[in-house]
């Protein structure tokens, strides 16, 4: 059976390497797509910040063409995954080192170690809020209408762009479930939490649609109970995860949806999708192990070397807290193309280029 489930998983990944290398031929599917988020999507914008959330350092990159960039990651992000899809040839540049000539494709404005919530991650130091990306988000959308000199163009041409937002973990992990440094756990039970979380974020994507994006695929949080960092510093009482982190994470997720639901009945045009990522994330466990590909700092990054696991495409992470390439791989084909409706609502990426 183990040998039967090795062979399915080399045959899926197989199939769909083969079907990037049609996708990636040809023209865009969309005129450009941006990036907003956390670590998981983060290609660089945190290089040149003050912060222990950077990881322009080897073993990161190591398996990424143009070696290490600032991925949180052994190769592509989700993101990087996702823009193939579309078809785009380059990776989407960062906020931090995109020029004129680059803006009308896209930006990845994601950075790690950030929320919601303006606070979290601040004892990490430096890091970009959602909240300042979208700021970062208004001088880019200011720079479109400069360039292209046509405020009706501008405006339909940002409406046929892909956004993809995914963020959210830090606010725990980096936030409520750091009750010495952070008030919030103090302050709100889970459900509280998670109620004013989504709040503060539907504000903010009501912010992203007010900028011209109107086809927004939103991720979900995963089981940040179950990633290695976690695990080992709450522990598990036997179970295989950290049960109160997952149930926390889950309430999250449940009321996300529906703010969504009313994003999209209250705001002409606009088309968000939940990407469950939950869903997809239990679809990998039967296959990759969940442990780390490098050896963890106290803060469940890598530590500066170039010794890693040989076998990193059989293990779900990368470090303590960060998927590896062959997990990312799983996630942006499921996100582009589900395979179940649990997958995404209404509807996945592929479906969202389309409207």
């Avoid at 990424?64 to 995954?81: E, H, L, S, Y």
């Amino acid at each position: 059976m183990a040998n039967f489930k090795l062979n399915l998983f080399r045959s899926v990944y197989i199939f769909f390497e083969l079907m990037e290398i049609v996708v990636v031929i040809g023209k865009p599917q969309v005129p450009c797509y941006f990036i907003f988020g956390d670590s998981l999507f983060d290609s660089g914008n945190n290089n040149e910040l003050v912060t222990a959330a950077r990881s322009n350092y080897l073993p990161y990159g190591t398996d990424f063409p143009q070696g290490v960039t600032g991925r949180f990651t052994n190769g592509r992000t989700i993101a990087d995954i996702i823009g193939e899809l579309l078809g785009f040839d380059e990776y989407i540049p960062t906020y931090a080192t995109v020029t004129d000539q680059h803006i009308s494709q896209g930006v990845n404005y994601a950075s790690g170690g950030s929320g919601i919530r303006e606070e979290t991650g601040s004892h990490l130091g430096g890091r970009i809020s959602l909240d300042r990306q979208l700021l970062n988000h208004y001088s880019i959308v200011s720079r479109l209408f400069h360039l292209q000199r046509n405020i009706t163009f501008t405006r339909d041409y940002l409406s046929k762009c892909i956004y993809i937002v995914n963020i959210g973990s830090n606010d725990y992990i980096n936030n409520y479930f750091k009750p010495d440094i952070y008030a919030t756990s103090h302050m709100y039970t889970t459900n509280r939490y998670a109620q004013r979380l989504v709040q503060q974020y539907s504000r903010q994507l009501k912010c992203l649609y007010n900028l011209g994006g109107r086809k927004i695929a939103i991720f979900g949080l995963g089981l940040i109970g179950c990633t290695p960092a976690e695990i080992s510093t709450f522990g598990t009482e036997g179970r295989p995860c950290v049960k109160s982190i997952n149930d926390a994470v889950k309430l999250f997720n449940n009321k996300l949806k529906p703010i969504l639901d009313d994003l999209n009945a209250n705001n002409p045009d606009a088309k968000f999708t939940y990407i469950n990522v939950t869903s997809i994330s239990l679809q990998q466990g039967t296959v990759l192990t969940n442990v780390p590909s490098c050896i963890l700092r106290s803060d469940g990054q890598c530590v500066q070397t170039t010794l890693i696991s040989l076998v990193r495409s059989m293990s779900m992470f990368y470090d303590g807290y960060h998927p590896t390439e062959v997990s990312n791989i799983h996630t942006a084909r499921l996100s582009y193309i589900a395979i179940s409706p649990m997958d995404a609502c209404p509807y996945d990426i592929s479906h969202l280029v389309q409207l």
